[in-house]
């Protein structure tokens, strides 16, 4: 069995799966299972989690891009993903691992239709054959949020469920697509 240690070590955030290597819905189960164990002050479980898989997953994917092509590029957030004064620190790294990834595709920073197709394979889940979206009740507060946090980095500590996992939050501007 894999130590709590060794699934923080070994956490990856995978860019691309196997499409056709389907995951098991019993394997799925169970990892919503042991990730719904998470703690969560009060027990109030704020969160809601949604598998989507096969055509389901197609449907949203193409939704999503039927919107894009007609010039929606999503719904007003609901909230704010990064602070709107971010500071330098984050910056500096956002940048760094944005310049780091793009180099690993071979993308230039100037390539714009490039990076556009790179920001597109986030709604098609990177090829992955299932996909869990997590939502948060909308009268959770900042501990609400904490305690879905907590629940995300159990999903993506996974490895011992042999799932490799990648974390993203593009969804959130499709609100009323979902």
């Known amino acids: 069995m894999v130590t709590v240690s060794e699934a923080v ?14 995951v098991p819905l019993d394997v799925v189960r ?3 299972k042991k990730a719904t164990r998470s703690a969560s002050g009060g027990n109030t479980q704020p969160w809601h989690l949604y598998v989507v898989s096969g055509d389901k997953k197609v449907e949203l994917t193409e939704a999503v891009f039927h919107e894009m092509g007609e010039g929606n590029l999503g719904d007003a957030p609901e909230y704010n993903m990064y602070p709107i004064e971010c500071p330098d620190s984050y910056m500096v790294r956002r940048r760094k691992v944005a310049k780091d990834m793009y180099d690993l595709m071979g993308l230039k920073r100037n ?17 992955a054959p299932v996909g869990i979206i997590v939502t948060v009740d909308r ?4 501990n609400g949020w904490g305690h879905t946090g907590m629940l995300i980095v159990s999903v993506l ?3 011992e469920c042999f799932i490799m996992t990648r974390s ?9 697509t979902l």
């Not at 993203?168 to 009323?176: D, H, K, P």
């Open 111 to 127: 390539d714009k239709l490039g990076r556009v197709n790179a920001m597109r394979r986030n709604f098609e889940f990177f090829d």
């Open 30 to 32: 169970q990892l919503v």
């Open 157 to 159: 500590l996974a490895v």
């Open 9 to 22: 070590e070994e956490r990856r955030s995978v860019r691309q799966f196997i499409p056709d290597k389907p």
């Open 168 to 176: 993203l939050t593009f969804f959130r501007n499709f609100t009323s």
């Open 139 to 142: 009268v959770a507060d900042r």
